[in-house]
């Protein structure tokens, strides 16, 4: 087995990949996602049968949705363009075969049947695609936590070391985005008795996440297993992040408005990098190799929270947005455009950001980290809802709308039968599962992640070993996550 020493030297001194690869690995998990939609239209119009067994629908979720995500950052890594586009051309195909075959309530030519579509509506009581956003950043975050520890991972996707863009980079930020755009002043819920009250109770709510930060601690520093300690520090982790920016978070949104958050995550993301441009904060983050003293051992993780604040704040603007009630399928293009154009905006200031102060660092999260990291997360999204938005024309010209996590057309009636099958299609889909029991998938990931090392010697594995592997460990969390929700079990202790 190899040294904690060494399997450290293996995760570190990266310096990442480019702004193009990070945002082309975008439109992979909303293409598969718009695969797995078109499968079971295409095998309904087929006179097929749904719901399949339990065993039938795990398999197909995770071949559709988790296999190719495994793959694209391991074996099919350099190819990763002409897989996207195999994809999408594909999925187009279908598209066109199931316009072809569909008896759609839009009868007329291609142009009509678009335009009565966009004039249609959509059942507008969730926005699926949020949660898509959610679970597939999570996922996202459990396939690279394990695959960086092998070869056949590269070294450009793995966390920077001081500056770059690297994809575990991005996970770190668009976790922090993820829980930001269902927060509950992202969706409208008021603030019950008084602001003290209010934050008080937030305090509380984080103790499982501070629980786990401790528990994550005594279990490294008991077992000797490798830590990255320039990632956050000797004592920090990304559970004591999580903590804190949503207590400080709830503490700002209780005094600000939230229709304000914007500018809250401008101040903070720019205040904090003048203080890091003018005073020897950004040298004593860099540049000090002492670690002594609690804040000295762990002052990347400490002053990094600033920055995760600034994109919570964000985050919470983009989900305060996206939650408006829309009913008509013209909204919410007029939505997606709008999600494409901040990202595009954003992605400019990032661009000049870089030029007047300096690139994106995770590290100490400064204002370039939280630009990208913000304008990636709109960008995905975008993608996902234009996929989502597929699937939905999909839907209505086929008269199938039993396509779990995604929008449904509009139904004046709905009868007991389809809302039966909808619930049934909900309690078979493994997204619908991550998203029951988030925090606990990433804490099953954790803890395989360890187990794995444990008994693999991951950095001496072939490409081969690895990939299986790493299906096998993804396979094993879905396969939890899943009996976990299809027997309606949340585990939520707080």
């Given at each position: 087995m190899a040294s904690a020493e060494v399997k450290v030297a293996f995760v570190s001194n990266h310096n990442g990949t480019t702004l193009t690869e990070v945002s082309l690995g975008s439109f992979l998990a909303p293409l598969c996602f718009?695969?797995?939609?078109?499968?079971?239209?295409?095998?309904?119009l087929g006179k097929g049968v749904v719901p399949f067994s339990w065993g039938a629908h795990l398999l197909l979720d995770f071949t559709a949705l988790i296999m190719p995500l495994v793959l694209s950052c391991t074996a099919l890594s350099d190819i990763l363009h002409f897989v996207i586009m195999g994809i999408a051309v594909v999925d187009l195909v279908v598209l066109y075969l199931v316009y072809k075959n569909g008896k759609h309530p839009f009868q007329g030519s291609l142009y009509s049947t678009v335009d009565r579509f966009v004039q249609s509506r959509v059942e507008s009581n969730l926005v699926p695609f949020v949660t898509v956003f959610r679970v597939l950043v999570n996922v996202k975050t459990a396939i690279s936590i394990l695959a960086v520890d092998f070869s056949v991972f590269p070294r450009r996707y793995a966390k920077t070391e001081t500056y770059g863009t690297g994809v575990m980079d991005f996970g770190v930020g668009a976790y922090v985005m993820a829980n930001a755009l269902v927060c509950p002043e992202a969706r409208g819920k008021d603030i019950q008795g008084s602001k003290i009250s209010h934050v008080f109770k937030q305090l509380i709510s984080v103790w499982p996440l501070v629980l786990l930060g401790f528990v994550r601690l005594a279990s490294v520093k008991s077992s000797g297993y490798h830590e990255h300690v320039t990632e956050y520090g000797v004592h920090w982790n990304f559970f004591f992040t999580l903590a804190i920016v949503r207590v400080v978070a709830s503490a700002l949104l209780a005094l600000f408005p939230v229709d304000a958050s914007w500018l809250l995550a401008l101040?903070?993301?720019?205040?904090?990098?003048?203080?890091?441009?003018t005073t020897g904060l950004k040298s004593f983050l860099l540049h000090n190799n002492e670690r002594t003293g609690f804040l000295q051992a762990n002052r990347e993780g400490i002053f990094s929270v600033v920055g995760y604040i600034a994109i919570y704040m964000a985050?919470?603007?983009?989900?305060?947005?996206l939650m408006q009630s829309r009913n008509l399928v013209k909204d919410w293009i007029r939505v997606i455009r709008n999600l494409l154009f901040t990202s595009f905006v954003l992605f400019f200031a990032l661009h000049v950001c870089q030029i007047c102060t300096e690139p994106v660092s995770r590290r100490m999260a400064n204002l370039s980290f939280c630009i990208w990291t913000v304008a990636q997360s709109l960008f995905f999204l975008s993608c996902l809802s234009i996929a989502d938005l597929l699937l939905l024309f999909s839907k209505a010209i086929s008269n199938f709308s039993f396509v779990s996590a995604s929008w449904c057309p509009y139904q004046n009636k709905k009868s007991l039968p389809d809302e039966k099958m909808r619930k049934n299609m909900d309690a078979l889909c493994l997204v619908q599962s991550v998203n029951r029991n988030q925090l606990l998938y990433f804490l099953i990931a954790n803890i395989m992640t360890g187990l794995t090392n444990v008994l693999i010697d991951t950095l001496n594995s072939n490409d081969v070993l690895a990939v299986s592997v790493l299906l096998l460990y993804m396979f094993m969390n879905s396969l939890v996550i899943f009996i976990l929700h299809i027997n309606k079990i949340t585990v939520k202790f707080w």
């Open positions: 718009l695969s797995r939609g078109l499968f079971l239209i295409v095998f309904h101040l903070i993301g720019g205040s904090y990098q003048v203080v890091l441009e985050g919470v603007q983009a989900g305060r947005y």
